[in-house]
């Protein structure tokens, strides 16, 4: 009898241990240590700022109230079905770029090109409401319902001024093989991640302040005009 009880005990934990964290494992595989999307999205901006002509304006990120950065988004995500990645929020202040906010993105409509598994998304904010929604992290927003979004001009001469999209409190970019082009997100979602922000607000380590600066500088260096 006391052997069968055993038995049971051990299953009953291994089935707990099993059921317990689908959404934890999932959180595992997709959202990397802060370190690690600190660099991979100052790598997206740095290979951005190589092609001037078909890169987000300058005048553009100069007028931003901040930018939201999201490495390699990829199909079959786990936010809302269709797409998922995991980046990070920066906002612009008085004294320059702010530190870092993780958050997770999702959506059912990036624009993926035929055969692309994961694309680079950056989000340009117009809106300091809008940016304020996804940096306190009270709750989710959703491009298109909660704030207008439209596929980003590209070039240094694009006239900001002039484009009907440029209404649209949130302008969208990506990049897949090489090429860089507005895309339509109606309908994705950028949620906080706390168990990131937490991590990285711990994290002492020298190695991740030079990253959050290497991604200030990337940023400051596409927000310049051209010369």
């Known amino acids: 009898m006391t ?22 494992r999932l959180r595992d595989r997709l959202a990397p240590p802060p370190t690690e999307t600190l660099t991979a999205a100052t790598t997206v901006l740095a290979e951005l700022s190589r092609i001037p002509d078909k890169s987000i304006p300058p005048t553009l990120l100069a007028d931003a109230k901040g930018v939201v950065v999201i490495p390699r988004v990829v199909k079959a995500g786990f936010i809302v079905a269709g797409s998922g990645g995991h980046g990070v929020a920066l906002a612009r202040t008085a004294d320059g770029w702010a530190d870092p906010v993780f958050v997770n993105f999702g959506g059912g409509s990036v624009g993926f090109q035929a055969g692309v598994e994961a694309t680079d998304v950056v989000l340009v904010f117009r809106d300091q409401k809008s940016l304020d929604r996804v940096l306190e992290g009270k709750a989710k927003l959703t491009l298109g319902a909660d704030a207008g979004v439209a596929a980003g001009p590209v070039g240094r001469q694009a006239m900001a001024a002039t484009d009907l999209p440029l209404r649209a409190e949130v302008l969208s970019y990506s990049r897949s093989r090489g090429l860089f082009a507005g895309v339509a997100l109606d309908g994705s979602v950028i949620r906080p991640d706390p168990a990131t922000n937490t991590e990285y607000r711990a994290d002492r380590r020298p190695e991740t302040a030079t990253n959050v600066t290497a991604l200030k500088t990337a940023l400051n260096a596409m927000s310049r005009p051209a010369e």
């Open 3 to 24: 052997r069968l009880l055993l038995a049971a005990v051990v299953l009953s934990g291994a089935a707990c241990v099993t059921a317990q964290p689908p959404r934890e």
